[in-house]
Structure formats: C-alpha cells, structure tokens
C-alpha cells in the first residue's frame, strides 16, 4: 500500500494545532476523501488532545524542589565515583611488582648458577628448555590475570 504524498502535510497541520480549523480547505477536503490521511488525522489528533491533558493535569514542581533534587542526584553520583576502586592501586602495585623483580633479578643475575638452580627446581626428566616454558606460561598467567582484574573505567 503506497502512501499519500499529502500525508506529512497533514502531520504538520496536526502537529502544529491547525487541524482542521487552521488550514487550507483544499487539505481537509483531501482528508475526507482519503482514508490514509483521515486515519493519521484522527490518530494524531486523538495523541495531540491526550497530551495536552496530560500536560494539564501534571502538578508543576518548584524550583527549590528541582534544584534539590538535582543537588541529591549530583551527591549520589559523586559517592558511587568515591565508592568505585580506582585504577591507581592496583596499577601501582604491578609496576611495583614489576620494578622489584627487576632489581632482584638484575642484583641476583651474575651470583646465581641457573642451570644447577632450574635442574633443582626441575622435576626428573624435564629439561632446561621445558621449565622455562613452564616458568614463562605461569608468568603470562599471572598477567593475563592482573589485566583481567584491573576495573574497568567505563563503569
């Protein structure tokens, strides 16, 4: 069903609270012929008159009672920002973390026999290769697990 192309004009007309009294004859004669126009006629004026009662009938609120309201909701919002854990903590901590492993590492490289080290810590039979890939897996683990927790600053 192709629609009427005066049908936004009666939309307007409508919309605009001239329907039927403030418009052109020859628009109201198009809605009495068209059965389009007059059911979107009917339909938007039947919203247009609902909405007007609507409007007055709803009690009209003071302005303290807005200013109040907007104060209580700009609170609210503050101590659920307060309320969220930052990024900071957990951030500081593994860059800490990381910065520690570092040194211990850097101060602790030369001193220390790392094959004896990895075949002590290796279980019999596992090479040096295969403790290490062990060793960089649960590494990744924990990383991919510190990201994971970190909070998400959308929320």
Do not use: Y
């Amino acid at each position: 069903m192709k629609t009427c192309p005066q049908k936004t004009e009666v939309e307007q007309a409508v919309r605009s609270g001239q329907w039927p009294l403030g418009c052109a004859a020859e628009l109201r004669e198009h809605v009495a012929s068209c059965e389009q126009c007059a059911h979107e006629a009917r339909l938007l004026s039947a919203f247009a008159t609902t909405r007007e009662s609507a409007m007055r009938t709803a009690p009209a609120q003071s302005a303290g009672l807005l200013w109040w309201r907007a104060q209580l909701r700009r609170r609210h919002e503050a101590m659920e920002r307060l309320e969220r854990p930052g990024l900071a903590i957990p951030t500081a901590t593994i860059a800490a973390s990381t910065i520690l492993l570092i040194a211990v590492l850097a101060t602790a490289w030369k001193r220390i026999d790392w094959s004896r080290l990895i075949a002590a810590c290796a279980p019999a039979g596992w090479n040096v290769w295969m403790v290490t890939a062990v060793a960089a897996l649960l590494c990744g683990f924990a990383l991919v697990a510190a990201i994971v927790g970190l909070p998400d600053k959308r929320g």
